[in-house]
């Protein structure tokens, strides 16, 4: 096996870089979900609500990112700072401390989506700890849903678009590590894998949500496919596909790196 797809979303919701090699730090690889849109409460933002999301695409500059949208002026968002104030934001059942963006990206964010919110950061002193249900030591995890990365199987995609009318890119599910060379859903069996000389702990299968139901073209949302993947693939009343990944330590991963199954 191998790893074939890698894969970051600096600003949570917004759209994918895929990338040839990647350094994985303690929160999980390098820029990855480390921005975050909340409104005035400091709620997170997603595409469950707000689909345009993902017409929001991402290049990752030497000063910070390059952010651009259909009918916007392109946004240059700074790499975050330690010197400005923190204000408190929630995503899911966790509340922590994240650093506002400029004005300017509050603006191009409302202005784009809608609806008066602001862009943060999170830096050093963002702290938010892994469900201790499944951590494997003092784990720590970006503005993602809950765990570091998110790993899925080339079969089992293709598995997925065997059944759908239309098949559906690997992207509508947001995976950080893709990986080729084994049989649909192996990963729901592993329990602990190496990627290159990474070791990685699989500790818990992904619910899936409306997010994998929005066309990453255009913005709109259909009924696939989670209407397919709930005759197959449910687990009370929950869809269940991709496993959720916490890596055992800091190091670099590669497009073609060997994949080998621990346990």
């Known amino acids: 096996m191998r790893l074939s797809e890698i894969n970051i979303y600096p600003i949570k919701s917004c759209g994918l870089i895929s990338l040839n090699e990647a350094e994985l730090e303690p929160r999980g690889l390098q820029h990855d979900r480390r921005w975050l849109v909340v409104d005035d409460r400091g709620m997170f933002m997603t595409q469950r609500d707000f689909p345009r999301m993902t017409l929001i695409s991402i290049q990752v500059k030497s000063d910070g990112l390059f952010v651009q949208a ?16 923190h204000i408190p934001v929630v995503i899911w059942n966790d509340s922590l401390k994240a650093m506002p963006v400029d004005g300017m990206s509050a603006e191009w964010f409302s202005k784009f989506l809608g609806v008066r919110c602001k862009l943060v950061a999170m830096t050093d002193r963002s702290v938010r700890p892994v469900d201790k249900s499944y951590a ?3 784990d720590v995890v970006s503005f993602a849903d809950g765990f570091p990365m998110l790993l899925i199987s080339e079969a089992s995609l293709a598995d997925l678009n065997s059944r759908l009318d239309v098949p559906i890119p690997m992207k509508r599910f947001r995976p950080n590590l893709v990986v080729e ?8 069996t592993w329990k602990e894998i190496a990627v290159g000389d990474v070791r990685m702990y699989v500790v818990k299968p992904c619910a899936r ?12 949302k259909d009924r696939e496919p989670l209407r397919t993947l709930a005759t197959y693939r449910s687990v009370g009343n929950q869809v269940m596909f991709g496993q959720n990944v916490i890596h055992a330590s800091r190091g670099r991963i590669r497009v073609g790196d060997e994949v080998r199954v621990i346990r």
């Open 181 to 188: 060379g084994c049989e649909p859903f192996a990963e729901d």
């Open 209 to 220: 949500c409306t997010i994998t139901t929005v066309d990453t073209a255009t913005g709109e």
């Open 136 to 138: 494997i030591g003092e």
């Open 70 to 85: 259909p009918e916007m002026e392109p946004l240059l968002v700074p790499f975050a700072t330690e010197s400005r104030e």
